[in-house]
Nanobody, 125 residues
Framework: QVQLVESGGGLVQAGGSLRLSCTAS????????MGWFRQAPGKEREFVAGIRWSGGSTDYADSVKGRFTISRNNAENTVYLQMNSLKPEDTAVYYC??????????????????WGQGTQVTVSS
């Protein structure tokens, strides 16, 4: 049973930065793709960023490209989401996700089998 635990959320002013972390336990971190999604009140969960198991390939939603950076440390079974130049519209619960790597997709919730409990990010204007 895989467990994903997020941390690092909080309240920040517009223009500020936060770094989210997600640590996986219960399985090997190799060949395990990771992603970040977010869900604002009244909206569906949406893709934010993804990273392949090797760390060599990343993908971003257009809304965060150039502001957010996803990275991973396989030795520590941890994936990070560095969020800079935050905007009020980035306010949401952020979820870490994972799946056994299959080389395809990675932008929808259906692509992932494992989920964290979420961490709240609030950006004030």
């Amino acid at each position: 049973q895989v467990q994903l635990v997020e941390s690092g959320g909080g309240l920040v002013q517009a223009g500020g930065s936060l770094r989210l972390s997600c640590t996986a336990s219960g399985r090997t971190f190799s060949r395990y793709d990771m992603g970040w999604f977010r869900q604002a009140p009244g909206k569906e969960r949406e893709f934010v960023a993804g990273i392949r198991w090797s760390g060599g390939s990343t993908d971003y939603a257009d809304s965060v490209k150039g502001r957010f950076t996803i990275s991973r440390n396989n030795a520590e079974n941890t994936v990070y989401l560095q969020m800079n130049s935050l905007k009020p519209e980035d306010t949401a619960v952020y979820y870490c996700s994972g799946r056994t790597s299959n080389g395809y997709g990675g932008r929808t919730t259906h692509d992932y089998t494992d989920w964290g409990q979420g961490t709240q990010v609030t950006v004030s204007s």
